[in-house]
């Protein structure tokens, strides 16, 4: 049973820096695209980042610039990097794997087969 968890959340004002993980367990790291989405309160899980099997990499326009996704295979491991944090960053951040298509948002828990718990994030100004 493959499973996902992510780590790093936590409060930060205006301007500062955070790193998500997302470690992984249960299935082959790195075979399939991998991401990560983030749900503000009322809203659905939108996209921030996607990184596919072949390294490829695809930002949500407003964190683009702010934020770098990456990965280590040897560790199993998803990162998410975020600079310059705005108070609308402010989300529950969720790490999914094998995620099936390019989708704007989703319904938190679906278009992927696997999902993390989720993390949240607070950006204070």
């Known amino acids: 049973q493959g499973q996902l968890v992510e780590s790093g959340g936590g409060s930060v004002q205006a301007g500062g820096s955070l790193r998500l993980s997302c470690a992984a367990s249960?299935?082959?790291?790195?075979?399939?695209?991998m991401g990560w989405f983030r749900q503000a309160p009322g809203n659905e899980c939108n996209l921030v980042s996607i990184?596919?099997?072949?390294?490829?990499?695809y930002y949500a326009d407003s964190v683009k610039g702010r934020f770098t996704i990456s990965q280590d295979n040897a560790k199993n491991t998803m990162y998410l990097q975020r600079n310059s944090l705005k108070p609308e960053d402010t989300a529950v951040y969720y790490c999914?794997?094998?995620?099936?298509?390019?989708?704007?948002?989703?319904?938190?828990?679906?278009?992927?087969?696997?999902w993390g718990q989720g993390t949240q994030v607070t950006v204070s100004s």
């Open positions: 249960g299935f082959t790291f790195g075979d399939s695209d």
């Open positions: 990184i596919s099997s072949d390294g490829r990499t």
């Open positions: 999914a794997a094998d995620i099936m298509g390019l989708f704007d948002s989703v319904v938190c828990g679906t278009r992927a087969n696997y």
